[in-house]
């Protein structure tokens, strides 16, 4: 039996390569989008090695056959594989060469059966004429490398992963440049030697060609002056634009331009600037350097909108409309803007009252013979600024907590009236150029904001949203804010000069509109320039009805579900808005509406059901555990514990203040990371204690011990006057050693004689105590106007009691107290606590 057995067959799925050629040892990324290739690609990725057999295609077709492939390719593992909408993208490695024994179509896929094809390996591989062969390739293939640019790490890297000879050619093969049937040769070249010698023709032959492009190169440059090249390269560029179809002639251009500032009704200032501009222009060489900089700057004044107006609708109700459609509650604030609509609007009908009287009074002067002005006279500057006046009011600064729709307020206002809307973001400016611009002088000056602004809105009086005004910036160069008192102060901006302009551009016909997150971060002089529009944070029944007007079916929509594949119950709504959610506003609110979109989506998608109606309770599961933990009211009442209610920009919400009397020399104790107000507050409660201890009911050698007064949590610093009244109240029921009622919050200022004063936000304070379960407050007297803000449902469910004296206060927060003819009288014993005296230290 002889020795010699032939080679095994192997069965590969075929990926058809056009314009291409795999040699083995090479990495050859690919993209595959053929239904036949994917299929092949597909079928080795379920096998263990995932090898395919790479061949390359006699011709460059869509559609490929038995026939159309050449006989020989490598065997190669796919790798790195990424799918995308149009195919995938992978990497092919090479393996081994391998023969074509039998091609088939099956399944809509080539298949070949394959076996290795033997390398012959060089006769005596110590034969000096076969290393010189070997030798000469590796010096030629470097040479190569360095004049194509590449690293010289890299060629050694390169080189030293080629050690064997027939590697070497494989590798210089599958990098040079040449045509794909030349390196099919290549492939079918089976002897080490004569692969050796092919590859170091192409090598050589690609030399020579760099070569002579260098030296061409060289030549072509040492013979074209600079003044030559710069004309060779503008006929260059002409032709390019001739052949894109750019080329409109330059002095057409010019003439265009000359048309358009001859139209403009440029004041009289602007008008002898633009005229000595042209007047440069047209004496200085059309390719210098300066000339360009001048036609610039023309064409930035032929692009303002010196005389374009949009045709405004001040319609009041129709604006009410649009307000009431695309926001929901804010009413406060949707009534002031429409204040300022209907100003606009009586004083434009008031002008054109006027405008008619005073044509009228002209016709008769003119019919009576004295000369008067007559229908078509020029407007002197008198009557244009006349006619500008009702465009002219307050700017309108809308501050308030983030995601309370300030931005989309103004953008509202703008559809209301009919006008452009314009944005600006100012967070983070720190430089006077930002608004101003940079002078011409400067090498890429261009125009500030505002006047970008007027030219990306094309009119006159577009509504300007400058955003986030409070987050400027200052930096050695300049003050944005300065730069902004005059663009925002009517009696001076009809006339805001840009740096880069150098000439006025009337600004008084826009209506400008700031947002802010924090009043106290802007410059006082810039403020006092602005009508403030306070936008309060939404209650928990405004940011239910905003989830399912708004919210809601807009991540529906963006999630590709309807609203009868997901069903949200008021009740899961509530969860989401009190367990998962502390705002102000309502951006938090709509991206967890989002995950429980995006996890019913999945779970439909997944066939596990066609539709899911979620109540409070099936919240979590989608969710997980809430991450808000709201303050709830105590259970009972406790000596030395008082509930007060603070304000955030996010909400309001109650707090307990806890007090303890202890042995020791009569000092106050104060932690929980109080701000020097707070302890202010703390000091005068207990002086106030002390200079009426009789009227309180205290004993004198109470004063004798420590008071410990505690404001969780710890870890939040805290800070106001408004937890006046609760911290009295917390320190006299220690030291009277009567309980606070638990079902009761209160809030206001104190002072030493006992009179409490106003505080600030009142409805976020109090609807704060609401959601805690709270459903009596006490407040300052002068307060009581503040609950108009409240809800009406909120006010029904209250118990409110305006206080103006502390002895009131603590007469209804204290158990068993009544305030009569000013004064405090406890008709009940002091109750026994259980933690009466506090700790005692030793």
Do not use: C
């Amino acid at each position: 039996m002889s020795e010699n057995t032939a080679p095994a067959t192997t069965t590969y799925p075929v990926v058809p390569l056009r314009n291409a050629v795999l040699f083995p040892g090479v990495a050859f990324p690919i993209a595959a989008g053929r239904s036949g290739t994917l299929r092949s690609i597909e079928t080795a990725l379920r096998k263990p090695q995932n090898l395919v057999f790479a061949v390359t295609q006699r011709e460059d077709t869509e559609a490929v056959g038995p026939e159309g492939l050449y006989t020989i390719g490598t065997i190669a593992q796919v790798t790195n594989v990424q799918r995308g909408p149009g195919g995938m993208r992978l990497v092919l490695n090479g393996q081994q060469r391998g023969i074509t024994m039998r091609l088939t179509d099956k399944n809509g896929m080539l298949e070949a059966a394959v076996v290795p094809a033997q390398e012959m390996a060089a006769l005596d591989p110590n034969d000096p004429a076969f290393k010189g062969l070997y030798k000469e390739l590796r010096e030629r293939a470097a040479e190569l490398g360095k004049k194509l640019g590449f690293p010289d790490e890299g060629i050694d890297q390169f080189l030293r992963e080629a050690e064997e000879p027939g590697r070497l050619a494989d590798l210089v093969a599958g990098y040079i440049d040449i045509p794909a049937s030349e390196r099919q040769v290549l492939l079918e070249t089976l002897s080490v030697e004569e692969r050796l010698r092919r590859t170091l023709v192409h090598v050589q032959r690609q030399i020579t060609v760099l070569a002579a492009q260098e030296d061409i190169k060289s030549k072509v440059q040492s013979e074209i002056s600079d003044r030559q090249r710069e004309m060779y390269l503008r006929e260059q560029m002409k032709a390019i634009q001739k052949e894109l179809g750019e080329d409109g002639g330059d002095d057409e251009s010019l003439e265009e331009l000359k048309k358009k500032l001859d139209g403009l009704p440029l004041p009289e200032e602007a008008r002898r600037e633009v005229d000595r501009e042209w007047k440069r222009l047209q004496r200085l060489s059309k390719d210098g350097m300066e000339a360009q900089v001048v036609r610039t700057y023309l064409e930035n004044v032929a692009e303002l909108p010196w005389g374009i107006r949009s045709e405004e609708k001040l319609d009041v109700a129709e604006a009410a409309k649009v307000l009431d459609e695309d926001h929901y509650g804010l009413a406060d604030v949707k009534d002031r803007v429409l204040e300022f609509l209907a100003v606009l609007q009586m004083r434009r009908l008031k002008a054109e009252a006027e405008k008619a009287e005073a044509a009228a009074a002209a016709l008769t002067a003119s019919e009576a013979g004295d000369g008067a002005a007559k229908d078509g006279d020029p407007k002197t500057p008198a009557d244009a600024k006349r006619e500008a006046a009702p465009n002219k009011g307050r700017i309108l600064l809308f501050a308030g907590p983030p995601g309370v729709g300030k931005t989309s307020i103004a953008k509202s206002i703008a559809r209301a009236m009919g006008r452009k809307y314009v944005r600006i973001s100012l967070g983070g400016a720190r430089d006077e150029a930002d608004v101003r611009g940079h002078r011409r002088t400067y090498v890429g000056a261009m125009p500030g904001r505002i006047i970008a602004g007027m030219k990306q809105a094309g009119t006159k009086n577009p509504v300007f949203l400058l955003d986030e005004i409070d987050k400027l910036g200052v930096s050695y160069q300049g003050d944005p804010a300065a730069a902004l008192l005059e663009v925002l102060d009517p009696a001076q901006n009809d006339s805001f000069t840009d740096h880069y302009l150098g000439i006025p551009f009337d600004l008084s016909e826009v209506l400008f509109v700031a947002t802010a997150n924090f009043l106290q971060n802007i410059p006082g002089p810039l403020q006092d320039r602005m009508e403030v529009v306070s936008f309060s944070g939404y209650t928990e029944a405004e940011k239910l009805g905003i989830a399912r007007t708004y919210l809601l079916p807009r991540q529906l929509r963006d999630n590709g579900l309807s609203s009868d594949q997901l069903t949200l119950e008021d009740s899961a709504v509530a969860a989401v808005i009190t367990g998962y959610t502390r705002e102000a506003g309502v951006r938090q609110l709509e991206r967890e509406l989002g995950r429980l979109a995006r996890k019913v989506a999945r779970k439909i998608a997944a066939g596990e059901t066609t539709a899911v109606t979620l109540a409070a309770g099936d919240v979590g599961s989608l969710l997980g555990k809430p991450k808000v933990h709201p303050e709830k009211m105590i259970r009972a009442d406790e000596v030395g514990v008082s509930t007060g209610m603070y304000y955030t920009p996010v909400g309001g919400d109650i707090m307990f203040v806890e007090a303890a009397l202890m042995r020791g020399k009569g000092e106050v104790i104060l932690t929980g990371q109080l701000g020097d107000v707070m302890k202010e507050s703390a000091r005068a409660a207990w002086t106030f204690a002390r200079s009426h201890a009789a009227m309180l009911g205290i004993a004198e050698d109470s004063f004798e011990r420590d008071l410990h007064v505690h404001v969780p949590a710890g870890a939040i610093p805290k800070d106001g006057p408004s937890a006046g009244i609760a911290m009295a109240s917390a320190l006299v029921s220690a030291l009277s050693k009567r309980p606070v009622r638990h079902d009761l919050a209160m809030t206001g200022e104190i002072t030493l004689s006992g009179r409490v004063l106003p505080i600030g936000g009142v409805k976020e304070k109090v609807l704060g105590a609401v959601r805690a379960g709270i459903r009596t407050v006490v407040l300052p007297k002068e307060n009581e106007a503040d609950l108009d803000d409240l809800p009406k449902d909120v006010l029904e469910m209250l118990t409110v009691h305006a206080v103006s004296d502390l002895g009131e206060a603590l007469a209804i927060t204290l158990r068993g107290a009544s305030f009569q003819n000013g004064q405090l009288l406890f008709g009940v014993p002091a109750a026994a606590p259980r933690v009466a005296d506090g700790p005692e230290i030793h």
